[in-house]
């Protein structure tokens, strides 16, 4: 069956330095790839996406990077900052239907320390 | 920033009750969902509605659970008799066209007893 899911389940960086979140899939017709942030009590919070077409999409502080080669996804934090804290989730879009019925991985919780 | 809004934000209910969670979607998104997330599991997708039809369900959206668009700013989750095992934390979300990222509400925190 079609799955995403996520290497590690907790990660624990210091401040400042940079983080890396991956995710691998299953599903090679997917065409579209999001990563959400969840905090405590809030629903996922979009972060970045990329499409199949590219390998590779930057934003403030953040950078996803796909390969589609081995299925895989990752999301780069650049300078983690404290506020960085929260559950990492990364979601494919399924079987494309043209609507958003995302297959959402296990999550990776993303710890920061002062 | 506009956001999506759910009341309310937990909801107790005991089995066989019918509940209903209730959204705000973005004012002017056309494309609305629901998914939950049972605790310690990953989000799932229940349905998505688009001109006031549904356009894609789940294998969980069974006949228990039904959506409405009432009026032209919400957008309901009925469950008509609520089993144990419907306990779960449900996301509205809305997207602006159907290809486009989704906004997510902070979710209802429903528990059945």
């Known amino acids: 069956g079609e799955s995403v899911g996520l290497h590690l389940p907790t990660l624990s960086v210091q401040e400042g330095d940079n983080s890396i979140i991956n995710c691998a899939y299953s599903?090679?017709?997917?065409?579209?790839f999001i990563w959400y942030k969840q905090e405590s009590g809030k629903g996922p919070q979009f972060i970045i996406d990329i499409r199949s077409n590219m390998d590779k999409r930057q934003g403030q502080r953040v950078t996803v990077l796909l390969n589609k080669t081995v299925k895989h996804l990752s999301l780069q934090i650049a300078a983690t900052q404290p506020g960085d804290s929260a559950v990492y989730f990364c979601?494919?879009?399924?079987?494309?239907?043209?609507?958003?019925?995302?297959?959402f991985g296990t999550g990776t919780r993303l710890l920061v320390s002062p | 920033e506009p956001e999506v809004t759910q009341t309310p934000s937990h909801q107790v209910t005991q089995m066989g009750q019918e509940v209903i969670l209730r959204c705000v979607p973005i004012s002017n998104h056309l494309y609305f969902y629901w998914y939950r997330q049972i605790l310690g599991q990953k989000v799932e997708f229940l349905v998505s509605?688009?001109?006031?039809?549904?356009?894609?369900k789940s294998e969980i959206f069974d006949d228990q659970f039904s959506v409405e668009r009432p009026d032209g700013s919400n957008f309901t989750l009925k469950i008509r008799s609520t089993k144990l095992e419907d306990s779960a934390m449900y996301f509205c979300?809305?997207?602006?066209?159907?290809?486009?990222?989704?906004?997510f509400g902070s979710g209802t925190q429903l528990s059945v007893l």
């Open positions: 979300a809305s997207s602006l066209q159907g290809n486009e990222k989704l906004f």
């Open positions: 509605f688009y001109n006031n039809e549904i356009s894609e």
């Open positions: 979601a494919d879009e399924g079987m494309n239907t043209g609507f958003q019925k995302l297959v």
């Open positions: 599903n090679s017709a997917s065409d579209y």
